[in-house]
């Protein structure tokens, strides 16, 4: 009796049907170990709607049609199935509680693939290979725009936006400021050198326009210190600049506001960034800050692909012209890249920024990695770790090291000359 009972559990152990689950353009189909059809259940006959329902299946989640395929397959014994996509076979798993395999090819689907519009003709999906060829079109049309929309709507690649519109207003407030100053230095010429702040000086030439009314009140009001404001006031006295008619004093000071308010939009996009970089990449963050975080995902065209950079690459980002050259001609490769902006490596010692920017950059590498594929937050402990390896560098190389031989770089560089002379010869 227990004998028999064994054979039975071991016969009913071989004879699991499986089925492979396969998604394709017209529908969802099912088919067995022979590669006959199962069942289908088609899509409606809208591209938009077929193309939202494929983009779901491709982003792992199941959707009506599956649902009602699987519901109508299990009641025909199959107990086993086999997808393509590992995150449906995982879903599935643990909706309907049954095995699930993952085949990247299966030769079910590669079958379904090639025979596309036989099995649409002969569903009823279309009457004829014009028909399967329009929706087809339509679909994949569909299909492209949802694409390009969800990457458009990548969070990372707004603060990338934002990064590189701070660097572009930077240029045109050095632009404007050198232009004001320039042309407001007809008037008062000493100013220029008793003020460094270049926003105070747009704003002082805004507020109180000609130099006859840089008075010392009138300078301490602009918030300025009493000893400097005594001190431009007095220069003010004793100009040797030009006078200026009223009509030309209005357009400076109107450039003047212009300058201000760029300034100002500049600093609310830099709250901005600060802001989104706390919620969308928080531990890269913590480790390179928000600008500098932020010029990185724009330099390396979004956080998925800074996340699957090694810290190598991501240590030169920003210097790739320097590493060709150092490729071509044989000279020292360069050391960091963006990450010279970071304060633990422009305000250590210079040999040590090496090693500083090889252990930022692998740090920023795991950062990147944690915020690109939903990790926790781990930037403090980074952070720690971080600061604990650059004291070890600090203590370590202390002192600088005795400089290699000049010729041991130069040498190819020096070859490398010799050859472009001969060519230009020939």
């Not at 270049?198 to 009140?217: H, I, M, N, P």
């Amino acid at each position: 009796m227990r004998f028999n009972e064994s054979l039975k559990k071991f016969v009913n152990r071989g004879t699991v049907m499986k089925a492979s689950i396969v998604e394709s353009v017209i529908g969802i189909f099912a088919l067995d170990q022979d590669t006959r059809l199962i069942d289908k259940v088609l899509f409606k006959k809208d591209a938009e709607t077929a193309a939202e329902a494929i983009l779901n299946f491709e982003n792992g989640e199941i959707i009506e049609e599956l649902k009602t395929l699987l519901e109508t397959v299990l009641t025909k014994n199959y107990q086993s199935f086999v997808f393509e996509n590992s995150e449906v076979a995982k879903k599935v798993h643990a909706s309907f509680q049954v095995e699930t395999e993952t085949a990247k090819s299966s030769s079910s689907g590669e079958l379904l693939r090639k025979n596309m519009l036989q099995f649409a003709i002969e569903s009823g999906f279309v009457k004829s290979e014009q028909e399967f060829r329009e929706w087809v079109r339509e679909v994949s049309i569909a299909l492209t725009k949802k694409r390009v929309r969800k990457v458009a709507e990548k969070r990372d690649l707004t603060i990338a936006q934002a990064v590189l519109s701070i660097d572009d207003l930077d240029k045109t407030i050095n632009l404007f400021m050198g232009r004001i100053q320039e042309w407001y230095g007809l008037h008062f010429p000493e100013l220029t050198h008793l003020l460094e702040n270049q926003e105070t000086y747009a704003r002082l030439v805004s507020d109180l326009g000609s130099r006859d009314s840089f008075d010392a009140e009138s300078l301490e009001k602009q918030g300025l210190p009493q000893e400097k404001a005594m001190q431009i006031a007095d220069a003010a006295a004793k100009s040797m600049g030009a006078e200026f008619k009223e009509e030309d004093m209005q357009q400076i000071q109107e450039l003047c506001k212009t300058a201000l308010e760029l300034s100002a939009r500049r600093k609310k996009l830099e709250t901005y960034v600060d802001t989104t970089m706390r919620e969308v990449a928080p531990n890269l963050n913590e480790i390179a800050g928000s600008l500098l975080g932020a010029r990185l995902i724009a330099i390396a065209s979004g956080l998925d692909a800074l996340a699957k950079m090694p810290a190598s690459t991501i240590q030169v980002l920003g210097a790739e012209k320097a590493l060709f050259r150092a490729l071509k001609t044989g000279t020292r490769p360069p050391k960091h890249g963006l990450l010279f902006q970071h304060a633990l490596i422009h305000e250590a010692a210079r040999w040590q920024r090496g090693k500083v920017s090889r252990a930022l950059a692998g740090k920023i590498a795991i950062a990147a990695r944690i915020d690109a594929y939903g990790g926790k937050f781990a930037g403090e402990e980074l952070k720690t770790d971080l600061e604990k390896r650059v004291k070890e560098i600090q203590e370590k190389y202390a002192e600088a090291p005795p400089t290699p031989p000049v010729q041991q770089w130069q040498k190819p560089q020096k070859r490398f000359k010799r050859r472009f002379k001969r060519g230009r010869r020939r």
